[in-house]
């Protein structure tokens, strides 16, 4: 028989082992968890990588002119088709700069609002407001932008056409304004205290605290949601595909109609384009650059948040 103290010994040595095995098999679960969004993400580039090589393995399609060429018509045939991404590109940028400028602006004010000016009842009231602005499904400002936008804006400006990228725009800044106000405030209240009581102390003034020192020390977050932001207006589909149209149509011009990537990556997916062919290869390679510009901006938004961060003791 054992002694009391090998009676011990040995649980002990069984506990640890039972303890071992379970501390196995979660970092097992986990292991495996980051491994299926790894094999997604390379599924994803795989799927879209062989169909665009493809695309641009046609006699038909160069590189020349794909990224030159100002006509987008691979729904076409014969001799009308084009296959130039330029209106594409120019319609989804024109979109986002619109957002941008409107979310932008927005967020970071709501954002230094709730982090350094809002009393703890206010924030309580004013954060789910935008928590809810953030769950409003995209389909649903998509009409808003199409009802109630448009033939506002169609009394004051001349010549806007009923589906324009200016009312799609509008929307989709409010669309991304709660992913600016939500990060930045979270960075803004991050920042130590002792910075704002040191500010306070030299005899700054709350605005000067706000905008001098707390909003310079998180700026490596603001930054990364401002990006965030972007990478969120470039990839929206069901606003622009509502709002802004699905024509493509290289312009600059808020007021004419024209056509994102997602909006004819909607378009193509859903008609009736046979397997195989140059206009089904073209939605790939559409959905090919889209991966590419969202993927660079994650790389910046990483570089960023590198280059800005600060570290405190």
């Known amino acids: 028989m054992l002694s009391a103290k090998q009676a011990a010994k040995a649980a002990g040595i069984e506990k640890r082992a039972s303890r071992n095995v379970v501390e196995t098999a979660i970092g097992t679960v986990l292991l495996v968890c980051a491994s299926v969004s790894v094999m997604a993400t390379i599924a994803v580039i795989f799927s879209l990588s062989s169909e665009t090589i493809q695309f641009f393995a046609q006699p038909r399609v160069t590189f020349r002119e794909f990224f030159t060429e100002t006509r987008w018509t691979p729904l076409f045939s014969g ?80 010549n806007l056409d009923f589906f324009n990228p200016l009312s799609a725009g509008l929307v989709m800044g409010f669309m991304i304004l709660p992913t600016v106000s939500s990060i ?77 990537m997602t909006s004819f990556i909607v378009q193509a997916a859903t008609g009736d384009q046979p397997a195989g062919s140059l206009a089904s290869q073209s939605l790939y390679a559409v959905a090919a650059v889209l991966f590419l510009i969202t993927f660079v901006l994650n790389i910046i938004s990483q570089q960023i948040v590198r280059r800005f961060a600060e570290k405190y003791e």
Do not use: C
């Open 79 to 158: 001799s009308e088709q084009f296959f130039g991404i330029a209106p594409l590109i120019t319609g989804t940028l024109l979109v986002t700069i619109i957002a941008l400028i409107v979310g932008v602006p927005l967020g970071l004010g709501a954002a230094i609002y709730l982090a350094e000016f809002a009393n703890d009842t206010t924030r309580r009231l004013v954060t789910p407001v935008l928590e809810i602005l953030a769950g409003i499904p995209t389909v649903v400002l998509g009409y808003f932008a199409v009802l109630f936008v448009t033939p506002i804006l169609q009394r004051f400006i001349p």
């Open 184 to 260: 930045s405030a979270d960075s803004m209240r991050a920042v130590p205290g002792k910075l704002r009581e040191a500010a306070y102390g030299l005899g700054a003034t709350r605005a000067e605290v706000a905008t001098k020192v707390v909003f310079p020390a998180a700026l490596s977050g603001i930054a990364a949601a401002i990006i965030l932001a972007m990478s969120r207006a470039i990839g929206e589909t069901m606003i622009v595909a509502l709002a802004a149209g699905q024509r493509p149509t290289f312009t600059f011009d808020p007021r004419e109609t024209i056509a994102t």
